[in-house]
């Protein structure tokens, strides 16, 4: 008896809603940035249940392209973390409020 | 047998996906992050995607989480900054996650996605078949990715590079 796809994608979206949680109350520009990473991972596992469950493979060639472009956006992501602490001396979203009023 | 690896697999990665949020060190939170990425990719082999396990585990842990622990390392943040929970924000946030949850699976639920029995899909050809779109339907995705990949390569290098008049280094 496999899992329905029900339960695949409440789990996927249970994951998101952490993801999202995360981004919200995290001070961090870390966490928050791993708190994206598992919303996007959340979004793949929806994907792959769906394409699991319709027979059609085109869902995981859509996550192979998925994982690409979030290995590229990791790296800028982490670039731009960095030129900010090198910048500011700080990572946490309180302090860097350049742009508030 | 399934079920139980199911239930198994999802509790790992649920409570593995709030260590990350809830917890005060940012290098534990990158380490639940490598475990809710394992129960993901266990997950995936469940649903018979072999490839993409792989490909995550090597991917995600292997690359990212490594990338997120150099630089933790890097800015020395480790067990710095606690962890300050500000009602308004706490709040408006359990709120708006608790929203978004109970959308989709009403969505989910109430929508009835009948799909039936997952389809048998041949495991051995599974490789093969990827190759085959990669290089015949997704040809275009597939140049646009590597021009992506260039470009996030060399952004990386300039925004990484010092900036000149910068001072000394530290």
């Known amino acids: ?101 | 047998m399934d079920q139980v690896a199911f239930i198994c697999l999802s509790a790992l990665s649920l409570a593995c996906a709030l260590g990350v949020v809830l917890n005060k060190n940012v290098v534990n939170s990158a380490m639940c992050l490598l475990l809710c990425l394992a129960g993901i990719a266990g997950l995936f082999v469940q649903l018979h995607a072999y490839f993409l396990a792989f490909i995550l585990v090597l991917v995600y842990a292997g690359a990212v989480v490594a990338l997120f622990l150099f630089i933790i390392m890097l800015l020395d943040m480790q067990g710095g900054q606690p962890w300050r929970f500000r009602a308004l924000q706490g709040i408006g946030g359990f709120v708006a996650a608790a929203l978004l949850l109970t959308g989709l699976d009403l969505l989910a639920v109430r929508g009835r996605l009948a799909a039936g029995p997952p389809v048998a899909s041949s495991v051995g050809s599974s490789l093969k078949f990827y190759a085959y779109q990669l290089f015949t339907t997704y040809l275009l995705p597939v140049e646009v990715m590597g021009f992506l990949l260039l470009i996030a390569m060399v952004g990386v290098i300039v925004i990484s590079r010092r900036a000149p008049g910068a001072g000394e280094p530290r």
């Not at chain 1, 994608?9 to 919200?24: E, N, W």
């Not at chain 1, 919303?39 to 793949?44: E, G, K």
């Open chain 1, 1 to 101: 008896m496999t899992p329905s796809l029900d339960a695949f994608v409440l789990l996927s979206a249970a994951l998101f809603a952490i993801g999202f949680l995360g981004v919200l109350v995290r001070r961090n520009t870390l966490v928050i940035y791993m708190c994206l990473e598992l919303m996007l991972v959340a979004a793949t596992l929806a994907l792959v249940a769906f394409s699991r469950f319709n027979g059609t493979e085109d869902g995981d060639v859509f996550v192979f392209f998925i994982l690409t472009v979030a290995a590229a956006e990791v790296a800028v992501g982490l670039a731009i973390i960095v030129a900010l602490f090198r910048a500011r001396q700080t990572v946490q979203v309180d302090r860097l409020d350049s742009l508030r009023h």
